[in-house]
């Protein structure tokens, strides 16, 4: 009895460990490019306090468009957990999201959930999703 009891919490331990380390294949459909050139920047953060800061980010994938209206890019072995992301097409490769002097971004971006703040960046609740190993296609409509 006690080792049908024992071999049962081992077994609960490594299907509860397992799903914690689930991985994920995530398919990141940007849209709205409008036929642009340039290098489309895609991060993913998985805390407030990372988001949007470049050196930050627990996945990236940086992307050459040329003439396109979207791209879909993939990301594989994402592990579980909560996550957001930001992204951006950088028009003149100055790796950078240029901003007019108000602070309005010149170049297209987006956010996951598709947050669209009107007069400020979003913020890593707005656009948090969980990744639970799932194999999924999110779309990101830059704005």
């Known amino acids: 009895m006690a080792l049908k009891t024992f071999t049962t919490l081992i077994a609960c331990i490594f299907f509860?460990?397992?799903?914690a380390y689930a991985q994920a294949q995530y398919r990141i459909k940007v849209t709205n490019l409008d036929n642009k050139t340039g290098k489309l920047y895609i991060g993913w953060y998985k805390d407030a306090e990372s988001?949007?800061?470049p050196r930050k980010t627990a996945l990236v994938k940086i992307v050459e468009v040329k003439d396109q209206n979207e791209v879909t890019v993939g990301f594989d072995e994402v592990p579980s957990g909560t996550y957001a992301?930001?992204?951006?097409?950088?028009?003149?490769?100055?790796?950078d999201l240029d901003?007019?002097?108000?602070?309005k971004p010149r170049e297209k971006y987006?956010?996951?959930n598709n947050v669209k703040p009107a007069m400020r960046p979003a913020e890593f609740?707005?656009?948090?999703f969980t990744v639970n190993g799932e194999n999924k296609t999110l779309t990101i409509h830059l704005k």
């Not at 509860?16 to 799903?19: E, F, M, P, Q, V």
């Not at 992301?85 to 790796?95: A, H, K, V």
């Open 16 to 19: 509860a460990g397992s799903s």
């Open 51 to 53: 988001f949007m800061k």
């Open 85 to 95: 992301i930001s992204t951006f097409l950088d028009e003149n490769g100055n790796e």
């Open 99 to 103: 901003l007019s002097v108000i602070g």
């Open 110 to 112: 987006g956010f996951s």
């Open 125 to 128: 609740k707005e656009a948090a």
